[in-house]
Structure formats: C-alpha cells, structure tokens
C-alpha cells in the first residue's frame, strides 16, 4: 500500500486535522493508497503577508523533510501558497505535490481563461505570484474575493448559507470577465465546491483533493520531479532547521 503525508499548515490538534481530512470524501482514490495528515509545530496564524509566507516555507519544509525516511511514497501540500513544496523537492526523491501547481495545470486542459475565487483579499497575491512562476498571466482573467476573514480551524462549517451565495456571486463575475474554469483559492474553502460544481456554468477546481489524485497518478506512473530542475544541497542542514522549528514550538506553547 502506498502512504502518502499530508501537510497541514497549521499547528492543529485533532479536530483541525479532521476538518482538513474531510477532503478525502471529494475524490474517488484506490483503497491501496492512505493519506496520514501531519500539521506543523509552529507556524503563521493567517498566510496574509510577506512575513507570514516566509515563516511559512520554513515550517512546512521541517515538517516534510523526514517524509520520505519515514516511510512515506509521496508528499502533498495542503496550502495554496504552495509553501515548502520547492525546498521539499530539493531534499526528498518521493513526488511533492503541490495545489497551486496542480489546480492551474489542471486547469489548462478544462479551458484556457480561468480565474481564482477566493475567500479573502489578503490572499490575492499569492494567486498572482504562482501564475507568474508558471508563465500563466496570460490565462488568469482575475482574482474575485469574499473579503471574508477565515476560519482556519473550523472552515466554512455553519456558515453555509452566508458565505456560498456570495462564492456564487463572485464565481459569476469571474464567468463573466471570461473564466472557462475557476480554482478554489485555498484548501480551507473545500466544503464550497460540491455547491460551486452545481452552480456555476464552468468546472471549479477543488485544488487539495485535486493533489492527492495527482500523487496518486505520479505513484501509478512511477515518475517524481526532477532533481535537475529541484537540484539537492550541497550540504543539508536539517538539523539545523529541527533546531529552529522545537524552539518555534516551545517559544508559540508560552505565547498560549
């Protein structure tokens, strides 16, 4: 069987992981694939700026880097900012898979034009920032917001019929600016997309599920990244790094 690790950008107890875990019930997958969720020790509280994606890139590639010895045959990111994905790619052989990377992939074979629904305004950048890494500006025909605070413990729960028909409606004006297809604009608006599928007139993109039929197609395919394009250290420090992320999570625990 293969095993797969999910990473969770957050430092979660169960309940948060349970949330985040409930993607798996959007996606048919083989019963020889199993999904562990592992959130991080120490992180940003909201993925809103420059600081917090900084932070974030390091917590996400200590909580990874072991991935691999410990077992695990491929690696997924629950994170639109795609935080850690590259440094992971340059320390481990299993597949990292990454959303922003595999939603706007998979976007360019369900329509050219597509756009980014999202929960918030502070996270438009980021959505900005991974289409010009893959050379996609051209396609992106925006980025609609909310401009709803999230809750990234809880997600969308009990807040259903406030907050889908304004998705609906900003789902709409991205049709309407010439979106062919539209992706979630992050892993926390997960439960909305049943909903969005039903509603709107394009395909919406459910960008964690999407990862986790993607790393199980590299596993079938037997193919991972490349260690040209993600080229290993020289000289691993990840000691180092464990280092910083133990003392992040005690420094956090007397912050509580």
């Known amino acids: 069987m293969w095993k797969v690790v999910v990473l969770v950008p957050f430092a979660f107890d169960d309940v948060g992981l349970a949330n985040r875990s409930a993607q798996l019930d959007a ?9 562990d969720f592992k959130p991080v020790k120490a992180g940003p509280d909201l993925y809103d700026s420059w600081h917090d994606l900084a932070m ?26 795609d935080s850690g994905a590259n440094a992971l790619r340059s320390v481990l ?5 990454s959303p922003a990377r595999t939603a706007f992939g998979l976007m ?23 289409a010009a890494e893959m050379n996609l500006q051209n396609h992106l025909v925006g980025v609609e917001s909310i401009n709803t605070p999230p809750d990234v413990r809880n997600l969308l729960g009990g807040k259903e019929e406030v907050v889908f028909p304004k998705l609906l409606e900003a789902g709409l004006r991205l049709v309407d600016q010439g979106a062919e297809a539209i992706v979630l604009g992050s892993t926390t608006m997960h439960q ?23 790393a199980e197609t590299m596993l079938s395919l037997g193919i991972t990244h490349s260690h040209v ?19 992040a999570a005690t420094w956090a625990e007397k912050q509580s």
């Open 56 to 81: 974030a890139d390091i917590a996400m590639f200590e909580a990874g880097c072991t991935a691999q010895e410990e077992g695990y045959d491929a690696l997924c990111i629950d994170t639109m900012s």
């Open 108 to 130: 360019l074979m369900l329509g050219n034009k597509f756009g980014v629904l999202t929960q918030w305004d502070p996270w438009k950048a980021l959505y900005k920032k991974a």
């Open 27 to 35: 996606v048919v997958l083989s019963p020889n694939i199993q999904f």
């Open 229 to 247: 394009g993600f080229p290993k250290p020289h000289s691993e420090k990840l000691g180092m790094l464990h280092a910083m992320l133990d003392g």
């Open 93 to 97: 052989d299993i597949p990292v898979i």
């Open 192 to 214: 909305s997309a049943a909903f969005l599928n039903e509603h709107l007139p394009v395909p919406v993109i459910n960008p964690g599920p999407a990862t986790y039929k993607i």
